[in-house]
T-cell receptor
């Protein structure tokens, strides 16, 4: 069985400030971890993924996430947010050939 | 490649009616997934196919729900005798089915049951 917990349902942050969106997971097998983003009125898009190798993964728009096996976490961070980052962010886990399980989401609201 | 397509994008129906949604995955993807998303929640797994075989179905899924993927290409999700609680966004996603199982989602089909 696998599950994902996103501890914050909403995170307000001022523009150009740093942000961290928290994600913890549980799984009985080795995992692949993902962050998906849903912009207003749009579908889910893959933001970044951890498959293996380096525990720090980055997206093309400045987000990064670090896989921490001992803490079973995969927190998402960005050092300086922009208005365009306003969206809902979903953490997800997959045991490879198993289904992908999503968290309940965190709404990031960037305040001008 | 036009991505994952879902039809219709919006469906309004009366309670008790049947509805059907269609999903066309990315052509080279052999896995197809259905998820349901309600307001304030993350996508909830419903079922998935490897080619034409339905490999897993959520235990939470009522027997009013049925999905097919007859030729291993497009899929349909039918809801019989709809209830107001079925109102949600129904998401389809596809993947290659290898390795990490990275999903590509469609835009979704929004169902409103009056």
């Amino acid at each position: 069985a696998q599950s994902v917990t996103q501890l914050d349902s909403q995170v307000p942050v001022f523009e150009e400030a740093p942000v961290e969106l928290r994600c913890n997971y549980s799984s009985s097998v080795s995992v692949y971890l993902f962050w998906y983003v849903q912009y207003p009125n749009q579908g889910l898009q893959l933001l970044l993924k951890y498959l293996s190798g380096s525990t720090l993964v980055e997206s093309i728009n400045g987000f990064e996430a670090e896989f921490n096996k001992s803490q079973t976490s995969f927190h998402l961070r960005k050092p300086s947010v922009h208005i365009s980052d306003t969206a809902e962010y979903f953490c997800a886990v997959s045991g490879g050939y198993q289904k992908v399980t999503f968290g309940t989401g965190t709404k990031l609201q960037v305040i001008p | 490649d036009t991505g994952v397509s879902q039809d219709p994008r919006h469906k309004i129906t009366k309670r008790g009616q049947n509805v059907t949604f269609r999903c066309d995955p990315i052509s080279e993807h052999n896995r197809l997934y259905w998820y349901r998303q309600t307001l304030g929640q993350g996508p909830e797994f419903l079922t998935y196919f490897q080619n034409e075989a339905q490999l897993e179905k959520s235990r939470l899924l009522s027997d009013r729900f049925s999905a097919e993927r007859p030729k291993g290409s497009f899929s349909t999700l039918e809801i019989q005798r709809t209830e107001q609680g079925d109102s949600a966004m129904y998401l389809c996603a596809s993947s290659t089915g290898s390795g990490a199982n990275v999903l590509t989602f469609g835009a979704g089909s929004r169902l409103t049951v009056l």
